[in-house]
């Protein structure tokens, strides 16, 4: 009973999202819904399909764009924690201006660094580091908070260095922390990309949609839309795969619950 109950509870997500969707579809059929206002699902389906090479071409750069950034802020985001959690004056000088960086939105961000540093990438990967760099540092500066105190203590009782201490005992600690961290930043990557295409670029889904916009091709806009959702699903799925391949103790101890 207890196990079908489980299997209805995961299911409630899916059977309201596809009802939401039939609903839409019918609305669109009977008019409800005008093509120039929002697109039936069924047309967007086919909007994608027929465009599937140009959105395709376009998807490649924005890709590149995003997963070089978000690899960049990995590297930086695991420099920082470790330096902020080892020296507290750079902990306390740089965390107030992570914070700030947070409080400028993204549409006002993208076109300064697109004045600064001009049209080609690197003004987008910028921006992808500067949007997926926060919350994967916080959430692995909380998995060092976390650590086991004892565990530390000891490995410093029996004189280890704190290269040492971090290697055995807070990068192991913090990496659920860190993997829910990644997966929030891996959907801020693609669409910190986009939306720097939309201000300044001369290729990618940005451009593409802005372009598809202008000619009132709205089946194919929304196309984009369904695909840049569809890659950042998939991203934090392959994420979460991930976390149950580095640490399947989690998962068992949920089950042994």
């Not at 376009?58 to 590149?64: D, F, K």
């Not at 076109?111 to 690197?122: E, H, K, N, S």
């Not at 410093?156 to 990068?171: F, W």
Request: charged share 15%; aromatic share 10%; proline share 5%.
């Amino acid at each position: 009973m207890k196990k079908l109950a489980n299997t209805v509870s995961q299911s409630l997500p899916w059977l309201f999202t596809l009802t939401l969707v039939c609903l839409w579809e019918l609305a669109g059929s009977l008019g409800a819904l005008p093509k120039f206002i929002i697109p039936r699902p069924s047309e967007i389906i086919v909007a994608l399909i027929k465009d599937w090479d140009n959105i395709w071409l376009n998807a490649q750069v924005t890709l590149i764009q995003a997963f070089i950034g978000l690899g960049i802020g990995i590297g930086l985001a695991f420099i920082l924690a470790i330096l902020m959690d080892r020296f507290s004056m750079i902990y306390k000088a740089l965390y107030p201006l992570l914070i700030i960086t947070q409080t400028i939105p993204t549409v006002a961000l993208a076109p300064i660094l697109v004045l600064w540093l001009g049209y080609d990438m690197t003004p987008k990967v910028v921006l992808v580091v500067l949007t997926t760099l926060f919350p994967i540092l916080i959430s692995i500066l909380e998995g060092f908070a976390q650590c086991d105190k004892d565990a530390i203590q000891l490995l410093q009782l029996m004189g280890a260095s704190p290269g040492q201490v971090l290697r055995h005992v807070k990068l192991p600690s913090s990496m659920t922390y860190f993997l829910s961290g990644l997966r929030v930043s891996v959907s801020y990557a693609f669409i910190s990309s986009v939306v720097a295409e939309w201000l300044g670029g001369f290729i990618g889904l940005g451009v593409y949609m802005i372009q598809t916009k202008k000619a009132f091709s709205y089946d194919r806009m929304f196309a984009i839309i369904v695909f840049i959702s569809t890659l950042s699903l998939l991203s934090m799925a392959l994420v979460k795969l991930a976390e149950r391949l580095i640490v399947p103790w989690m998962y068992r101890d949920k089950k042994g619950s």
